[in-house]
C-alpha cells in the first residue's frame, strides 16, 4: 500500500485481504473502512456497493494473476514444461503466504465461487469470466502441446484445460481446510495424469 | 419434515437448506428460526449457537451422505465399476437439485469449507473428517480395485484417492459458479485418467 496508494486502491486491498480470510459475507463496509483506514462516507464515492466494492477485487486479482499465468505459460520450452512451471507456481504462491501469515489462504476467486455463486450476479459474472479464460489459457497451452508433441492430441481439448482448473481449485480448496500443503506436493503428478503425460 | 419432525430437526433442516444456498455467514439465527417456524428462544433450548448447530448440519449431511457412498462403493462388481457408479450417483444428486430448484447447490460441505477454513475450529474439525472419510472410502476401494485386477496397484494409494476426493469438489465448484451440469458430464472420464483406467 504505501504512502502513494489512494484511499479507493487501500479499500480494494483491505477488502481483497479481509474476503481472503473470512469470505464475502462476514466482511461489512464498517471493518473494511477501518483496515483501510478510510471513512465509511467516502466509501461510497469511490463505491455503490459492497457488491461493487467486490467485483473490484475480483477484477484486480484476476488481472494480476492472469499475467502471472500467462508469463508461465509463455514460452520456448516445451508446452507440457510451461504446464508445469503455472502449477509450480500456483503451488509456490499459496507457500508463500503460508509462510507470512501462517495459514493456507486457498483461492480468493474460488472461496468466493463457493460461497456466493449465484447469490450476487454481478460477482458471479466476473469469476465466470475469471474461470474461463484460466481454461482457456490452459486450453491454448494444451493445443501448443500437441503441435510441439509433449501433449497428445486427443487431451489438448477444452473440456481437459477445464479439468485441470477445476482440479486445482479442488486441490487447494482441501489443503485450506487441512491447513497444510503437504497435498499439494502431489498437485503436479496427477495434473500430469488428466493431461496424460505419462 | 412432516408432522413427526421436531423442532430440533426442522431447524436442523432449514440451517441446511439456507446454508446450501446462501453459505454461513450470510445467515442468521433469527432466518433459520423463522423458517423452521421455531421461536427464537427454543433456538438456545436446542443449539448453544449458530456454530453448534453448523456442527450438526455436518454431521447430519456427511452421516447420511457416507451412507450413500459406502452403499455405491460396496457390491460384487470390480472396484472400478463400484467408483464409477459413485461418481454417477454424485452428479446425479446435484442432477436432481438442480431439477427441484433451477440451481446447482454444490456441495454444502466444499462451500463450508471455502468459506470459513480456521474461522470456526468445530465447524472445520468436522468437515476435514468427512473429506478424510470420502478419502478413505475411495482408498479402500482402490485397494479392493488393486486385488480384483480392476486398478493398477501403483495407482491405489491414498493420495490418488485425495485426488479423486479433489477433483470432485472443484468440479461441483466449477458447476456451481457456472449454474449448469455440463462440464459434470466429464467428471468420470476425467476420474478415469487420476485413477489410470484408460
Redesign the interface.
Known sequence: MGRISTARDRLLDSACELMN??????IGVAEICARADVRKGSFYHFFESKQALTVEVVDTHWQAQRVAWHERLTGPEPASERLQRLIAWLVETQREAWQVSG??G?CLL??L???????EADV?KR??SA?DEQTELVHTTLIDGAQDGSIAPAYADW??A??V???????V??A????NLR?LD?LWP?VR??V?LD
Request: net charge positive; hydrophobic share 45%; proline share 0%.
Open positions: 480470510i473470512r469470505g464475502y459475507a462476514a495459514r493456507v486457498g474460488g472461496n465461487a463457493a460461497e456466493l455463486s449465484d447469490q458471479q469469476l465466470t474461470f473440456a481437459t477445464r479439468a482448473v477445476a482440479h486445482v481449485e479442488g486441490a480448496l482441501l485450506k481446510l487441512a491447513g497435498s502431489d496427477h495424469r488428466l496424460r
